[in-house]
T-cell receptor, first 110, second 116 residues
Framework: QKEVEQNSGPLSVPEGAIASLNCTYSDRVSQSFFWYRQYSGKSPELIMSIYSNGDKEDGRFTAQLNKASQYVSLLIRDSQPSDSATYLCAVMDSNYQLIWGAGTKLIIKP | GAVVSQHPSRVICKSGTSVKIECRSLDFQATTMFWYRQFPKQSLMLMATSNEGSKATYEQGVEKDKFLINHASLTLSTLTVTSAHPEDSSFYIC????????????FGQGTRLTVV
């Protein structure tokens, strides 16, 4: 069974520090990887997508992908209280279906 | 990004009644939409894949006769929770995904269903 694993947290990070969120996946042929942010009671919203090994930066967010290790991470620099949310990792499998992780709850402490 | 509109955002219904949730893609044609359910503090759980003009594909453990899905057009999919019970109370979210290997999901606003 294809799986996407995330630490459920909560992960507590001081304001201004770097938050590091991790995700591992089991399907070696996966090609597309996504990070979504979900505030309580709201639908997920896309933060980052990454398709190639290495780093992809967008503002304060950096996604890192290592296909050999089947590992994708999201770094949030200069963390703000508004970044407090649950972050969902999603991986597209060989059938073009998104497999979702359980999410990591991030708390940014002022 | 694409816009997906879901309605209603909140609904309270009595046990035994049915509730219909609509999901519309506003600026693109979605041949496939997905319906998820999310219980508090849990991840998204895919319920079914809605295919325009054909029957939905349900995930294991999801009762197709209880969760009726209709995808009559390229911009509208509906989920009807029939004979709702309190245990059906949950957050229901629809999404439409692009095509190809770089497809991302665009979510509706979600529907908070409370069955009393």
């Amino acid at each position: 069974q294809k799986e996407v694993e995330q630490n459920s947290g909560p992960l507590s990070v001081p304001e201004g520090a770097i938050a590091s969120l991790n995700c591992t996946y089991s399907d070696r042929v996966s090609q597309s990887f996504f990070w979504y942010r979900q505030y309580s009671g709201k639908s997920p919203e896309l933060i980052m997508s990454i398709y190639s090994n290495g780093d992809k930066e967008d503002g304060r967010f950096t996604a890192q992908l290592n296909k050999a290790s089947q590992y994708v991470s999201l770094l949030i620099r200069d963390s703000q209280p508004s970044d407090s949310a649950t972050y969902l990792c999603a991986v597209m499998d060989s059938n073009y279906q998104l497999i979702w992780g359980a999410g990591t709850k991030l708390i940014i402490k002022p | 990004g694409a816009v997906v509109s879901q309605h209603p955002s909140r609904v309270i219904c009595k046990s035994g009644t049915s509730v219909k949730i609509e999901c519309r893609s506003l600026d693109f044609q979605a041949t496939t939409m997905f319906w998820y359910r999310q219980f508090p503090k849990q991840s998204l759980m895919l319920m079914a894949t809605s295919n325009e003009g054909s029957k939905a594909t349900y995930e294991q453990g999801v009762e197709k006769d209880k969760f009726l899905i209709n995808h009559a057009s390229l911009t509208l999919s509906t989920l009807t929770v029939t004979s709702a019970h309190p245990e059906d109370s949950s957050f229901y979210i629809c999404s439409a995904e692009g095509t190809g290997t770089r497809a991302e999901a665009f979510f509706g606003q979600g529907t908070r269903l409370t069955v009393v």
